[in-house]
């Protein structure tokens, strides 16, 4: 399998958090032509983003999320499902809570990154949207290693990457650990990076982001 990506994007690390932990080889490949909105890649997916699976015969498969179902579906062990009826409506509210209210948010404050273009006013209103959103969040996290369930799953692979972008952002905007707020995010997130699998991708990522930043 060939996975189009970058070491230093949260989103891909989702996809190569459950790759690792189903154990499937594969290679990550930039995109092509220097970028995902260069036409070689828009030609593998016009949506222009990253990550990007591409199977052994040719199948080619975007967005996160759905690289993770479609491992679950074609590598069904080792799970990344609850077994448990409640625990799965648990690990599935965790995760359309997360796209719903937090990743937008984030996305929009990165518009704003640049000082010289950047509206305040925009910027408090989506730090108030992005800690709104954590809070819903936490409300569908077990105060544990794992989301949901005692075991890790495609929730993990979504949330973990998605509170390390919020490290990430918060600085460049000169605002404090958006954790401080939300003490069951941030034990689940020091939990979560004991886990050898999600703390190597953990600090693969926070290593390329910094190497990229300096």
Known sequence: MKLYALALSPFAARARLALRLKGIDYEMVAPPGGGPRSPEFLAI?????????????????????TIIDYLEDVCPEPS?????????????NAIRTLESYVTPALFRLFKQIDPAGRDEKVVEAEFGQLANGLALVEHFV???????????????????????????????????????????LAGYKEKAR???????????????LENAGS
Do not use: Q
């Open 45 to 65: 997916n016009p949506i222009g983003k990253i990550p990007v699976l591409e199977t052994d015969n040719g199948l080619r498969i975007a967005e996160s999320e």
């Open 142 to 184: 077990d105060d544990a290693e794992y989301v949901a369930g005692g075991a890790v799953s495609k929730a993990d692979c979504m949330l973990l990457p998605t509170l390390l972008l919020c490290d990430v952002v918060s600085p460049l905007f000169g605002r404090d650990d958006p954790m401080k707020s939300h003490p069951v």
């Open 80 to 92: 990344l499902t609850p077994d448990d009826a409640s625990m799965r409506a648990r690990m599935r």
């Open 194 to 208: 004991r886990h050898p699998d999600m703390g190597a991708i953990w600090g693969e990522t926070a290593a390329a």
